[in-house]
């Protein structure tokens, strides 16, 4: 099913006697599928506002990613939170949309500075479980009372209802951007490096390594961006603080640019087999966490707090783990694994009370949760 309006997908939800897949672009299908009968968001689209000196844009949620990216672009802005591109990844094709990134909170390695997709969300439309529009939000920040349905509907993928339209805060475009790149750490010295740097005062958008670069040795990152006179001088102060090793300052901003998108999309595992595990942890727990998992690649992004680990297929991934602050998603395989880590009972038994609020008669599937 593919509506053309949201009036169509409120009428395709009420009618629906089984269950339901929500599917925007088809770029990220992480879990779910089974039998269920797959609604498609693309046919509602289309950028409704967008006011670049208020720094807002409103779209409907099936509006590509990239048509929303050239309009931001034609203005001098971004969507500040630089959402993954999971295609190369998840070997999948299709065109993303807005509202896919959305739904699946998708934020890139800007996180440590900017924040999270949610933290720029502002309002949204979706479609409930019964059928109904449910409109919560606006154009600005604001308090609200009850339910806050605009950071519950971020990372809900489409199983609490249909997003139909999304209103966001962006920022303007940097005039510059550096990279300091630091050769030869493994990946503990790594980790330490990542985290003097983010504690210093010279506001890094970026750190991330990889202990495999691309010429084969290991390489850390630490992006700094902002006006072109001041880049410049946090990143010679950035590398001064590790001038007893191997640092390098690269300011060339398609160089700077490429580099950046290879962590966000983490091209390193594209087209690589085996299982792809997204791990959240605290940074100073990511070393001793991939020496338990032993995974056949790694990255480490957000200053080791993100680890993106590619083992052999059907790792289970979590037992080699254990017990550990944070937790492990299977992002890429099959297999009796679950995707999602289980919640803890409380978590689990209010997650299935939102459900049952938004979705009484259960018609989104729950395999996108499994």
Not at 117 to 130: A, H, K
Not at 149 to 175: F, H, N, W, Y
Not at 321 to 328: P, S
Request: glycine content about 14%; proline content about 6%; charged content about 20%.
């Amino acid at each position: 099913m593919r509506p053309g309006s949201e009036a169509e997908l409120a009428e395709a939800v009420r009618g629906a006697q089984a269950p339901l897949r929500v599917c925007g672009g088809g770029t990220r299908a992480i879990g779910g599928g089974g039998a269920a009968a797959v609604l498609e968001t693309g046919g509602v689209t289309g950028v409704s506002l967008y006011e670049p000196g208020a720094l807002t844009l409103v779209a409907a949620a099936g509006t590509p990613l990239s048509e929303i990216e050239a309009v931001l672009d034609a203005e001098g802005q971004r969507l500040a939170f630089e959402p993954m591109d999971h295609r190369g990844l998840l070997g999948t094709e299709g065109v993303s949309t807005i509202g896919g990134v959305v739904a699946a909170n998708v934020s890139g390695p800007r996180r440590v500075q900017a924040g999270a997709c949610r933290d720029f969300l502002l309002g949204v439309r979706f479609v409930d479980g019964t059928g109904t529009v449910v409109k919560n939000g606006g154009r600005v920040m604001k308090n609200v009372t009850g339910y806050d349905l605009v950071k519950l509907m971020a990372g809900s993928r489409g199983t609490l209802g249909v997003l139909t339209e999304v209103s966001l805060k962006v920022l303007p475009k940097p005039e510059a951007a550096a990279s300091v790149l630091i050769d030869g750490l493994d990946d503990a010295a790594a980790v330490a490096a990542m985290a003097r740097a983010l504690g210093s005062p010279y506001d890094l958008t970026g750190a991330a390594h990889l202990p495999v670069g691309p010429d084969g040795d290991p390489l850390t990152l630490l992006r700094i961006e902002g006006f072109a006179g001041s880049v410049a001088y946090r990143a010679g102060q950035l590398a001064a603080l590790f001038g007893g090793q191997a640092v390098r300052i690269e300011s060339d901003p398609e160089v700077v640019a490429e580099a950046w998108a290879d962590v966000r999309d983490v091209a390193p595992m594209h087209g690589r087999e085996g299982d792809v595990w997204r791990i959240h942890c605290k940074p100073s727990d990511a070393p001793g966490l991939v020496a338990r998992l032993e995974p056949r690649a790694v990255l480490y992004d957000w200053g080791g707090g993100l680890i993106w680990a590619l083992t052999h297929t059907g790792t289970d991934a979590r037992a080699r783990l254990g017990a550990f602050d944070g937790h492990a998603t299977r992002v890429r395989g099959r297999g009796t694994t679950p995707v999602f880590p289980p919640e803890p009972a409380p978590v689990a038994a209010l997650s299935r009370a939102i459900r049952a609020r938004f979705d009484p008669r259960g018609i989104f599937d729950p395999g996108t949760l499994h």
